[in-house]
C-alpha cells in the first residue's frame, strides 16, 4: 500500500473545489453564505468552501504520518473517488466541446 501524504492533503483541500466548479451551473460561485454586515458584504460560497477544505486538509496533514494512513482514511477516499470522477467528467466535456 503506498501512501502520500501531500497528496491526501491537497486532495482534501481542492477536491470541493473543483467539484464546486463543475455543479457552478446549479449553484453560482458568489452564492452568498454568510451576510458580514452592510459595510462588508457576504462571504461568497466559494470562500467559504475554500476555508473549510483548508482547514480540513491542514488538520489531515497535523494529525497523519508519514508511513501510514490514518484509521479512519476511507471518509477521505470517497471525496477523492468523487473528485476522479468530476476531473473525468470535465475532461470528457472539454474534449467534445471543441
Known sequence: ??????????????????????????????????DLGAHTGYLPLWAAVLGLSTVGGAALFAVTGYRAPPEHWDLSLGLAFGTSIVWISSAATELLEC
Open 1 to 34: 500500500e503506498r501512501w502520500n501524504r501531500f497528496f491526501a492533503m491537497t486532495n482534501v483541500m481542492l477536491g470541493p473545489l473543483l467539484i464546486l466548479h463543475i455543479v457552478k451551473d446549479v449553484v453560482p460561485w458568489g452564492y452568498p453564505v454568510l
